[in-house]
């Protein structure tokens, strides 16, 4: 099972970026998908997750600018970024909770994808 994320780049202060994180391989289902962050000097941190029935949380920091959702047919999941500031600059991690064939669970993460804010 892989995790490829995209999406990522350098943008100016209240612009916007649409993440993308695809799973591939011996999927049988997937269970929360999510993304997280990590700044320079930080420990790595929630943004925003989504259950496979589509409930979504949100760190503070995201909430009524970022926006997580999932194509389920596609093993996808989405994080819509407005309204960026300085401060979101970090490598954005993708991870979800995978059942594979063997019927066994797994946390999968993905490569990261750099996001970098201009003020």
């Known amino acids: 099972v892989q995790l490829q994320a995209s999406g990522g780049g350098l943008v100016q202060a209240g612009e916007s970026l649409r993440l993308s994180c695809a799973a591939s391989?011996?999927?049988?289902?997937?269970?929360?998908m999510g993304w997280y962050r990590q700044a320079p000097g930080k420990q790595r941190e929630l943004v925003a997750a989504?259950?496979?029935?589509?409930?979504?949380n949100y760190a503070g920091s995201a909430k009524g600018r970022f926006t997580i959702s999932r194509d389920n047919a596609k093993n996808t999941v989405y994080l819509q970024m407005n309204s960026l500031k300085p401060e979101d600059t970090a490598v954005y991690y993708c991870?979800?909770?995978?059942?594979?064939?063997?019927?066994?669970?797994?946390?999968?993460w993905g490569q990261g994808t750099l996001v970098t804010v201009s003020s």
């Open positions: 991870n979800a909770v995978i059942i594979n064939y063997s019927y066994i669970g797994g946390d999968y």
């Open positions: 391989g011996s999927i049988v289902s997937i269970n929360e």
């Open positions: 989504i259950s496979s029935d589509g409930i979504t």
